[in-house]
Nanobody
Framework: QVQLAESGGGLVQSGGSLRLSCAAS????????MGWYRQAPGKQRKLVAT???????NYADSVKGRFTISRDNAKNTVFLQMNSLKPEDTAVYYC???????????????WGQGTQVTVSS
């Protein structure tokens, strides 16, 4: 099993910044992809950004130029720097990890419990 510890959410004014962190621990042999998704009230969970172990990055169009994803492979940690926040960024942000527990077992997807980000206008 993999445990994900998220931190960094909170309340911020429009135009402000927040930095989310997610540290993975437990049965980890290799983490292939780490990322962030978000879910606003009454809406489906959507991709925000992902980063592979080799550094390939994918962003949702709505956050390009404002958010930056990065990871520390040595610490199994992924970060999301969020700048120029808008009220429409308000959501619960979930950490997501696609990892394998050993060289002999296939990878699985794991989710964090979520951290609330609220942007006031």
């Amino acid at each position: 099993q993999v445990q994900l510890a998220e931190s960094g959410g909170g309340l911020v004014q429009s135009g402000g910044s927040l930095r989310l962190s997610c540290a993975a621990s437990g049965s980890i042999f290799s983490i292939y992809v780490m990322g962030w998704y978000r879910q606003a009230p009454g809406k489906q969970r959507k991709l925000v950004a992902t980063i592979t172990s080799s550094g390939s990055i994918n962003y949702a169009d709505s956050v390009k130029g404002r958010f930056t994803i990065s990871r520390d492979n040595a610490k199994n940690t992924v970060f999301l720097q969020m700048n120029s926040l808008k009220p429409e960024d308000t959501a619960v942000y979930y950490c997501n990890v696609f990892s394998a527990p050993s060289a002999f077992r296939g990878p699985s997807t794991y989710w964090g419990q979520g951290t609330q980000v609220t942007v006031s206008s």
